[in-house]
């Protein structure tokens, strides 16, 4: 059974950052693109960024340029270094495959930047 639990949000001033982990358990396999959404309260969630199996990378545009997605298949770990941080940036974060899966959605992390 796959698990997927988020962790590092936090409060940061504007401009501060702050880095995601995300912890996969399960047999969700190296060989899945995984991704970070985001959402925020009255919001669709929202992509943020992807890394496929081969470490590529993709981000939405508000966030290219100040967001590093990486992973770390011996740890079954992925992680969403933050930079320069907006208060457009909170939001709840979660991890999830590329696309998602339903059934995998955790509890996300509470990321809230103060102006």
């Known amino acids: 059974q796959v698990q997927l639990v988020e962790s590092g949000g936090g409060l940061v001033e504007t401009g501060g950052s702050l880095t995601l982990s995300c912890a996969i358990s399960?047999?969700?396999?190296?060989?899945?693109?995984m991704a970070w959404y985001r959402q925020t309260p009255g919001k669709e969630r929202e992509w943020v960024a992807t890394?496929?199996?081969?470490?590529?990378?993709n981000y939405a545009g508000s966030v290219q340029g100040r967001f590093i997605f990486s992973r770390d298949d011996a740890r079954n770990m992925v992680y969403l270094q933050m930079n320069s941080l907006k208060p457009e940036d909170t939001a709840v974060y979660y991890c999830?495959?590329?696309?998602?899966?339903?059934?995998?959605w955790g509890q996300g992390t509470q990321v809230t930047v103060s102006s």
């Open positions: 999830n495959q590329a696309p998602p899966q339903s059934q995998f």
């Open positions: 399960g047999t969700i396999g190296t060989a899945y693109s």
């Open positions: 890394i496929g199996s081969r470490g590529t990378t």
